[in-house]
T-cell receptor, first 113, second 115 residues
């Protein structure tokens, strides 16, 4: 039972345009959400996060939006750059003293020059 | 190199053999995590240590798996009587005690292939 779902395995975007990566979750206990970026042969790298008490968090070119009622979050990258080409994982944390993250399957983003 | 270090990077073993992986976290990090990632999936949580205490374990961590962090520094993950289904990337991460899960830094992983 996938509690964090990334339904798009891949996404291609032209350089300079916006990339939108989507993530849905089913567990209402999740209270903190994260996006990780992973290059081949490297471990995941933390990118940006959002608490469930917010609906938006921005960090430079990266913005995460959270829609709690829809149990949906999205990562916007604008403008997209070729170096953004990687696999992006959505992850969720349920708090309450747990340090476990639940990850989605990932979306492979390709930014075309 | 001050990042999370995992050894070996690759391990090929025959079914039924035991294997042990090592993780050296960032030196001042008290928290250490193990995850497993299979092909086409995201990382799956295995276990969490605060210093030497193992505080959280996933049901994925069957009795063939054991993790230790004897002095609160490096950690080992042992798999006994390996099975082909154990083939995966095993990821270690660490974070400082004053941070949350977002501050976890991942290592490059150990890729296990069971033949």
């Amino acid at each position: 039972d996938q509690q964090v779902k990334q339904n798009s395995p891949s996404l291609s975007v032209q350089e300079g345009r916006i990339s939108i990566l989507n993530c849905d979750y089913t567990n209402s206990m999740f209270d903190y959400f994260l996006w990780y970026k992973k290059y081949p042969a490297e471990g995941p790298t933390f990118l940006i996060s959002i608490s469930s008490i917010k609906d938006k968090n921005e960090d430079g070119r990266f913005t995460v939006f959270l829609n709690k009622s829809a149990k949906h979050l999205s990562l916007h990258i604008v403008p997209s750059q070729p170096g953004d080409s990687a696999v992006y994982f959505c992850a969720a944390h349920s708090g309450a003293g747990s340090y476990q993250l639940t990850f989605g399957k990932g979306t492979k983003l390709s930014v075309i020059p | 190199d001050t990042g999370v270090s995992q050894n070996p990077r690759h391990k090929i073993t025959k079914r039924g053999q035991n294997v042990t992986f090592r993780c050296d976290p960032i030196s001042e990090h008290n928290r250490l995590y193990w995850y497993r990632q299979t092909l086409g999936q995201g990382p799956e949580f295995l276990t969490y240590f605060q210093n030497e205490a193992q505080l959280e374990k996933s049901r994925l961590l069957s009795d063939r798996f054991s993790a230790e962090r004897p002095k609160g520094s490096f950690s080992t993950l042992e798999i006994q009587r390996t099975e082909q289904g154990d083939s995966a990337m095993y990821l270690c991460a660490s974070s400082p005690s004053q941070g949350g899960v977002a501050e976890a830094f991942f290592g490059q992983g150990t890729r296990l292939t069971v033949v």
